[in-house]
């Protein structure tokens, strides 16, 4: 029977209910489910040799059946050592052993056939040949022995274990779905599929789960394969078609067109608290021409923390009020909206325009009221969290949507702002900063201004590392800075789950701190879950000097701008990403004197270790980012917290950036001068059916 795409996977033959439910687990539901479910890594097995013909030296895959094995027992903890003695036909022997794996005295028990791949060496002391860590599949299974030769003699995929459901019952799987798998619809543009020499998507989709011998295994281990490229290719195609799309209707939409006269100039000067820096005056630039031009403007600011960007969309926001028009400015935290408030309220006021504070501890009366205002257009701008989204929001006539962090936000959250006004003009602001090729696919449909000069008479921030039973050297630093007039923040970290865990620990530590360490020193403290009114009183005590230290949980990640505090010192640094140590070293060095920023860490690995050097040696938030990514990972750099990104299916930003590039190019060109209105109308209908929720692609079509 020939399997459809959409046909269960239960219509398979091996797969029960149980096996259909791990398979789930990883959202395998369907036959399209299973074939895009590719392979992470190939091993090379076609150098299948009897043990009596290996040579110490050489990569080699070899079938044979555990004769005994033993797991000797280390004085230090975790150490077992499983050792095993293999034999095949040859009737010679070979060693493997294992660190730290006595687990698997449970399954490579006497008698077992198990496929072995790894580096033959010489153990000089026994006279035998070895095997260090290698690789192993148990043979014995419930598949068929006509398929015994899937899993040997062959470069073979190794795929991510659903559960129980290991890499050798998927490679089954696969296998059998692929021999009754119907030829695919290839939905790439022909011309492109040519131009390119693409394989087409049935043949890629085969070799990519069973490669054929003739291209090296390093080029599958590289994702560089025909088959390989081409799906990569199209992943990335499709994405930036959506966007490519969504870019070209949003310039079409008719928008506001805002006066730029010597009004608004003498306006927007009059603003300004202070002299603007070259880069600030360029991206105000361009974002005058945008806001000037019939078209929406979609704009994404990009600045390294502390570079000044709350002032530029404060200015946008002049152009928009003097224009007769309301703005929006959307912050991800309270304690960020309160200050953005309480900073830009007497600068707007100045300029005869009434700012309103929308958050979700306003009560409801004061909702009503400010919710009536913006109806009326009494308030000029709103200041505020995801309570300015809620639906129940109108205004007069809104004409700029500023939004801060934008990272914070998730894709669709920007989306909502955009419906109460008629395409009002948009100004997407973020620190964290983004690689280039990351903001290319991330913001793909916005055009990009980048802040890259620090305000005047900023010094570099020192930073130091400590480790934990060094936490005095920090304190005393904290104590002389104070003792200049100096302000400082102690930061514990808050594990996502955790914030009541944080929260005691800082609770903790604020009264070792107070009672202890700084009994003559006012202390403050906030946290996640104080009240709206305790965290903007501890807000403003410290901001106003009134306490010199304030102990805190990550709620001051974002934003935060106290330009008198020069000491920050973060506890438990190797618990945080390397952007976020980033962005909180990023709350000191606001003003002209020298900071210090000390990481104390407990414990800490090779890679955490290099994590903190690279903290300590750059103060460049786009190198620190490239660099999180790396040791990270993109898996992890792109958990929907840190990017709103879904999760790609074999394309990887950080591994393909090329293939991105030359994607992106192509989608431009395709969505610009399609090939025939017959393409272009299939390509958005596939990108609707296909991708659109997945990248979060709403307004595609
Ligand atoms: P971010 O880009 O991180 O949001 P902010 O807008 O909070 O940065 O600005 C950081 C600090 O620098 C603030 O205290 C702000 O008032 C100050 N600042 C911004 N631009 C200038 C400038 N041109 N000259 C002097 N100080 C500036
Ligand atoms: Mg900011």
Sequence with gaps: MPLELDTPLTYVKGVGPHRAAMLQTKGLETIEDL??????????????????????????????????????????????????????????????????????????????????????????????????????????????????????????????????????????????????MPRLTDRLPEELRHRLKFPDRTAAIRAIHFPDNETPVRIWNDFRSQAQFRLIFEEFFWLECGL???????????????????????????????????????????????????????????????????IVAAEAAVIALENGYQAAFLAPTEILATQHFLGLRPLFRKLGYEPALLTGSNTAREKLQIKEMLRNGMIHIAIGTHALIEKDVEFANLGLVVIDEQHRFGVMQRFELLQKGVSPDVLVMTATPIPRTLALTLFGDLDASVIDEMPPGRKK?????????????????????????????????????????????????????????????????????????????????????????????????????????????IEQAERFGLSQLHQLRGRVGRGAEQSHCMLITEKLNDTGKERIR??????????????????????????????????????????????????????????????SQEAYAAAVEYIRGHWQRRYGLVQVG
């Design 461 to 569: 921030i020192q930073t130091k590392h400590y480790t934990a039973d060094q936490v005095e050297l920090a304190y005393s630093e904290i104590q002389r800075e104070v003792e200049k007039g100096r302000q400082a923040y102690v930061v514990y970290p808050v594990i996502e789950e955790s914030e009541t865990t944080a929260m005691k620990a800082a609770q903790q530590q604020y009264e070792h701190l107070s009672k202890e360490v700084f009994p003559n020193i006012p202390i403050g403290l906030l946290h996640g879950r104080l009240g709206a009114n305790e965290k903007e009183a501890a807000m403003d005590a410290f901001k106003q000097g009134r306490t010199r230290i304030l102990v805190s949980t990550t709620v001051i990640e974002v934003g935060v701008d106290v330009p008198n505090a020069t000491v920050m010192v």
């Design 35 to 180: 074939i895009q479910y590719f392979p992470f890594r190939y091993e090379d097995r076609s150098n299948l040799k009897p043990i009596a013909k290996l040579a110490p030296g050489e990569m080699a895959t070899v079938i044979a059946e555990v004769k005994a094995a033993k797991v000797s027992s280390f004085k230090r903890k975790g150490l077992g050592l499983f050792e095993a003695e293999f034999t095949d036909a040859s009737k010679a022997v070979l060693l493997a052993k294992w660190f730290r794996s006595a687990y698997l005295a449970d399954k490579l028990l006497p008698g077992t056939r198990v496929a072995l791949y790894g580096k033959i060496e010489f153990d000089n002391y026994r006279g035998e040949l070895q095997m260090m860590h290698p690789e192993t599949e148990l043979l014995s299974g419930d598949d068929d022995e006509g398929e015994a030769s899937l899993h040997t003699g062959r470069i073979v995929p190794v795929y991510e274990a659903a559960q129980k459901v290991n890499t050798r019952v998927i490679r089954s799987l696969m296998f059998r779905v692929l021999q009754q």
């Design 244 to 310: 490519e799309i969504k870019r070209k209707k949003g310039k079409m939409v008719p928008g506001i067109s805002f006066q730029l006269n010597d009004k608004v100039r003498d306006s927007i000067k009059k603003l300004l608290p202070f002299k603007p820096t070259g880069a600030q005056k360029r991206v105000l630039k361009e974002i005058a021409e945008d806001m000037a031009s019939p078209s929406p403007m979609n704009r994404l600011l990009q600045g390294d923390v502390g570079s000044g960007k709350t």
């Design 614 to 675: 690279t903290l300590v040696d750059s103060q460049d938030g786009f190198y620190i980012a490239e660099m999180d990514l790396k040791l990270r990972g993109p898996g992890e750099f792109f958990g929907t917290k840190q990017s709103g990104l879904p999760s790609l299916q074999i394309a990887n930003i950080l591994r393909d950036p090329d293939i991105l590039e030359a994607a992106r190019h192509e989608a431009k060109a395709f969505v610009e001068r399609p090939p």
